[in-house]
C-alpha cells in the first residue's frame, strides 16, 4: 500500500513563508513525477509545481519567483518552499505522485494523492 504523507500547512501572514513536505510510503513504489496542487474554496484544483526524478520542475504562472520545489529521490520525499505568500495562495494544497508499482516483474503506473493540508494566509 502506497500513502502520500503531507506536513508543512498553517497560518501565515502575507509575505510569510512555509514549507511543505510530502513523503511517499510503500518499498514497492518508484515515483517519477511528483507535485503539488492546490484548491481553494468554490475553485478547481490546479497545478502549483511539479517535479521529475531527473529534476525537471514546472510551475504555474503565480507562483513563479515565489515558490520553489525540490525532492529527494532517496526518501521518495517531495518539498515546496513557498515564499512571499499572498491571501490569493490560501487553499488546500495536496501532493501528488505519479510512478510505478512493481510486483515480481510486472509494473503498473500508479497515481497517487495525498489527504491535503490547509495553507491559510492572512492579510
Known sequence: QVQLVESGG????????????CAASGNSF???TMGWYRQAPGKQREL???ITSAGTTN???SVK???TISRDNAKNT?????????PEDTAVYYCNAKGFVTSGDV?????YWGQGTQV???S
Open 48 to 50: 502549483v509545481a511539479t
Open 10 to 21: 498553517g497560518l501565515v501572514q502575507a509575505a510569510g513563508s512555509l514549507r511543505l513536505s
Open 107 to 111: 509494473a503498473v503506473s500508479r497515481t
Open 59 to 61: 510551475y504555474a504562472d
Open 30 to 32: 518508484s515515483s517519477n
Open 65 to 67: 519567483g515565489r515558490f
Open 78 to 86: 517531495v518539498y515546496l518552499q513557498m515564499n512571499s505568500l499572498r
Open 120 to 122: 491559510t494566509v492572512s
